[in-house]
C-alpha cells in the first residue's frame, strides 16, 4: 500500500512538472509571435505550480513573465514595474546557482526598456507632462541603479508637478545614497569657427583634438547638487507645513549653503509662521547685513518693528525700503498704516477733553494734528493706488480722509473711481 503511495505522488509530481513545462513554452511561443494575451494567460496557469519548481525553471518562468509584462516596450506602467521584478528574481537565482543562462538576455531586454522609459521621460518633459516625466525618469533608474541622475531628475519633475510627497521620498533617497550630482565637461574650440563645443566625453573630445579639428581642450567640473537636494526638502517641508522638520532641514541645508540668502530668508518665515517673532527679526537682521540694498529685506524689517509697537524704527525701515526700490506699494501702503496709528491716541485725547477754554484750545490743537497726520498718509496712499489701480480698500480709504479733509474734487474723483472698480470697469 504504501509502495502505490509513493508511485502516485511520483506521478503527481511528474505530471504538474510535464504541465509546468508545457505552460512555459506555450507562453514562450506566444512571445515570439507577439501575442501577449495567450502569453499572460499561459504564465497565469503555470504560476499556481511554481513554488514547486526547481531553480532552473523558476528561473526560466520569471524571466518569461518579466518579457510578458515587458510586452516588447506596451506593457502598462504597472506591468513595467512587475518586469523588473521579475527579471531582478531570475538574477537572484543564477546569482545563487551560478548559471547565468538568462542574465545576458535580461541586460538585453533591460536597455531596451531603459531606452523606452528614457524616451518617454523625455517626451513628457517636452510636453510639460511632468507626472509621467518623473514616472519615466524614477522607472530608468529602477531598471539601471548606478545611474542615479536619473532619480535626480525624477525627483525635480515631481517637485515641478507639485507632487510633494513623492519629490520628498525621491529626495530622501537621493541624501541617503550620498549623491553629489556633480560632473566634468569636456569642451574644446574649433578650429574653423573659433567657438567652444562640448564632448559627450572625453575620449570624444581627446580625438577631435589629436585629428587637429580642435584646440584648447577644457574640462570643467560642474557644482554639487547635494547643497540643492536638502535645500529642495527643507522647501517641500515647508510647502507641506511641517514646520519643526523644515527648520532641521533649513539648518542642515545652511551649514551647505551658508551665503544662500533665499535660504535664510524662508528660516525666517517659517520662523515667523511659527510666532517666534525675535527669531525672525534677527535673521532678517542677519540677511540684511548679508545684502544691505535689498528692499525687502528693509521692509520685513519695517512690519516686525510695526507689530512690536517700535513705530519710529518701522517708519525708518519703510522709507528705507522705498528709497531702495520707489516702486514698492506694500511699503508706502504700510507707511500709510503706520501714519493712521496714530489717530487713535488723538481721539482719546480729544473725547477726554472737558469744555474749559484751555480744553477747547487743546481740542483745536488735536484737530490740526489730526489732519495733518490725514495730510501725510494721503501721500502715501495715492502712491500705493498709483502702483496698484485696483486696491479698491486703499481708495476708500482716500475718499474717507478727503471728505474729512473738505477736499469735495479729489474726493468725487475717488468715489467715481471706486464705482468703477466695483462694476468692474
Known sequence: MKKQIVVALALLVSTLSFSQKNELKTAEKAIKSGNFADAKSAIKSAEALIVSADDKTKAKFYFLKGETLYANGTGSNTDMDLAIENFAKVKDIESKTGKAKYTGLIYELTQAMLSNFLTKANKALEEKNYLVSSSGFEKAYRMSPKDTLYLYYAASTAVTAQDYDKSLELYEELKGLGYQ????????????????????????????????????????????????????????????????????????????????????????????????????????????????????????LGVVAADAGENQAARDYYKKAISLNPDYADAYNNMAVLVLSGEQKIIEEMNGLGSSAADDKRY??????????????????????????????????????????????????????????????
Do not use: C, W
Not at 573659433?194 to 560642474?222: C, M, W, Y
Not at 507645513?241 to 533649513?250: L, Q, R, T, V
Not at 482716500?398 to 472698480?421: F, H, Q
Open 181 to 300: 550630482g556633480s560632473e566634468v565637461k569636456y569642451s574644446a574650440v574649433n578650429k574653423d569657427s573659433g567657438e567652444t563645443e562640448n564632448f559627450d566625453n572625453q575620449q570624444l573630445r581627446d580625438f577631435s583634438v589629436k585629428s587637429g579639428t580642435h584646440i584648447a581642450p577644457k574640462e570643467t567640473k560642474t557644482k554639487s547638487k547635494a547643497a540643492e537636494i536638502i535645500k529642495n526638502i527643507a522647501l517641500i517641508y515647508v510647502n507641506k507645513g511641517d514646520n519643526e522638520k523644515a527648520i532641521s532641514a533649513i539648518g542642515e541645508a545652511r551649514v551647505q549653503n551658508p551665503d544662500d540668502l533665499s535660504l535664510l530668508m524662508t528660516e525666517a518665515n517659517v520662523q515667523l509662521k511659527m510666532g517666534n517673532t525675535s527669531e525672525f527679526k534677527k535673521l532678517i537682521e542677519e540677511a540684511t547685513k548679508k545684502d544691505p540694498n535689498n528692499a525687502e529685506l528693509q521692509y520685513n
Open 364 to 425: 483745536d490743537e488735536l484737530k490740526e494734528e489730526r489732519l495733518v497726520l490725514y495730510r501725510e498718509a494721503v501721500t502715501y496712499l495715492n502712491k500705493t493706488l498709483e502702483l496698484k489701480p485696483k486696491n479698491i480698500d486703499v481708495a476708500k480709504t482716500l475718499l474717507n480722509i478727503y471728505r474729512v479733509l473738505g477736499d469735495t474734487d479729489k474726493a468725487n474723483s475717488i468715489k467715481a473711481k471706486i464705482e468703477a472698480l466695483e462694476s468692474g470697469n
